[in-house]
């Protein structure tokens, strides 16, 4: 008896094992890829380039791939593209710029071109987004924004929604909706002015166009009823101020005629 | 030159993963999914299942990185790991036959765990092979699981009596004694199909 089990045993470890389907592997790497990434590509048009932190190499990135902590994007001349992060925010990237991902998915750098921000918002002051320029430092809870860096290493900023502290080591200012300020090196942000900030996100049409044609759901409602943010002449909305203003005045003299 | 390149170990690639290196844990995966695939095939008998259950399972170990313990061994925790997540699975499949009536506890049409290679590879002997193979693994498949958890892992997957001690959970006298028990109940199987000492090489 005791041989016989001596012969299973040496018979079951002699059976091959079996092979895992072709495509296993890859489909389980990718898979983990995006568990330990921070964010990922979203539609791209035209040259953009991923600079990965390990090979610091550039190559053609491609919509969908997975980004880490000190990646670079970087986008030529008609190359745009989107980034989506794990916490819901999206940073637009306008035609020759770069990012430069941070450790977290709220920390990051914008050396060079343009980018529209679409900030979730955060739970405390703790997890707060930060982009920081040549020039300044952009904090914001949630919030969206605009923000160009000029040739002579200035940053633009212009503020779509919401609030956001802009600053650098000679002052600071908090701007609100609607608000422009240019902080340019060695120099305080500006004096807030007030601008028209559908034509700050003319560029992006292109591109939401594109994203909207691959069917994805994710496009921001800035971009999707940009009307709502268009600060210009509305005839029906003058109207009804009007109405209102007139109802308020003869009621005010109903009252005073009263009193008389 | 004839210089081997050594190879690094598992807790080696596993620290070189935490340190935030994805390529050390594409090495560990390529070393460890086959294996690993082999071992929930040996319960779940469904391919595509136990594919993805080692997918699971790698991602578990993604989602429990920070716990590992990186002076402890890589193999019977990622072992362990996959143990708890086939035991699960094989729950769920048992809990799904009790509410369907169902009494049988294995696939409808069972595959070959793999095979047993033939030395001489004559047609005749290869037939008796492969017909040895199946019953083989009809007999696994009808031992209780934790028998056939000491036999997988055991010989199978050929891993030492204080590694299995380790994943199961189990003192190494009682790997001894219960794989000796589960080869004695897998002969008896074989048995009843026929099977004798003599039959086996």
Redesign the interface.
């Known amino acids: 008896m005791t041989d016989n089990t001596d012969k299973l045993a040496t018979l079951l470890s002699q059976v091959t094992s079996r092979e895992t389907s072709p495509e296993f592997h890859t489909r389980l790497m990718k898979k983990i890829h995006q568990a330990e990434s921070l964010a990922t590509l979203g539609t791209t048009l035209g040259a953009v380039y991923l600079e990965p932190k390990k090979t610091s190499e550039p190559r053609m990135a491609q919509s969908g791939e997975a980004l880490f902590a000190g990646d670079r994007i970087l986008t030529r001349k008609t190359g745009k593209t989107y980034i989506l992060f794990k916490d819901g925010t999206q940073l637009w990237l306008n035609q020759e710029s770069t990012l430069v991902i941070g450790d977290t998915p709220r920390q990051h750098q914008l050396p060079l071109g343009e980018l529209l921000a679409f900030v979730t918002r955060a739970k405390t002051r703790k997890d707060r987004f930060i982009l920081k320029t040549p020039s300044a430092l952009v904090e914001v809870l949630g919030t969206e924004f605009d923000i160009a860096i000029t040739t002579d290493q200035s940053s633009l900023l212009t503020v779509l929604r919401g609030r956001v502290q802009f600053q650098n080591d000679k002052g600071s200012l908090r701007l609100k909706s609607k608000y422009q300020s240019t902080a340019k090196p060695s120099q305080k942000p500006s004096r807030p002015q007030k601008v028209k900030t559908l034509e700050k996100i003319q560029w992006t049409q292109d591109l939401a166009l594109q994203a909207a044609k691959e069917e994805n759901n994710t496009l921001p409602e800035t971009l999707t009823q940009p009307e709502r943010f268009n600060n210009t002449f509305s005839p029906g909305k003058t109207l009804l101020i009007l109405a209102f203003t007139g109802i308020l005045g003869y009621l005010l003299g109903y009252l005073y005629g009263m009193w008389q | 030159m004839g210089f081997e390149k050594t190879e690094r170990t598992d807790e080696d690639l596993m620290k070189s993963y935490l340190a935030?290196d994805?390529?050390a844990?594409?090495h560990l995966?390529?070393r460890y999914?086959?294996?690993l695939?082999?071992y929930a095939?040996s319960f779940l008998r469904r391919?595509?299942v136990s594919?993805d259950i080692?997918?699971d399972v790698?991602?578990k170990l993604?989602?429990n990185k920070k716990n590992y313990d990186t002076n402890r061994p890589f193999r019977p925790w990622i072992y362990r790991i996959a143990r708890n997540r086939i035991y699960d699975e094989l729950r769920k499949i048992r809990r799904w036959n009790i509410f369907h009536f169902r009494t049988d506890t294995e696939p409808e049409a069972p595959q070959?765990?793999?095979?047993?290679?033939d030395p001489l590879g004559s047609p005749r002997e290869t037939l008796n092979q492969s017909e040895?193979?199946a019953s083989?693994q009809k007999g696994l498949g009808k031992l209780d699981t934790r028998s056939r958890d000491l036999?997988v892992l055991r010989?199978?997957q050929?891993l030492p009596v204080r590694e299995v001690s380790e994943i199961m959970g189990i003192p190494e006298g009682t790997v001894h004694s219960g794989t000796?028990r589960a080869?004695?109940l897998?002969?008896k199987i074989?048995n009843q199909y026929g099977i004798t000492?003599e039959d086996?090489?």
């Open positions: 935030g994805l390529d844990f594409e995966a390529l999914e086959k294996l695939v082999n095939y391919q595509s594919e080692v997918q790698f991602m993604v989602e070959q765990i793999g095979e047993i290679p040895l193979c083989l036999l010989y199978l050929r000796h080869l004695k897998l002969e074989l000492g086996l090489p």
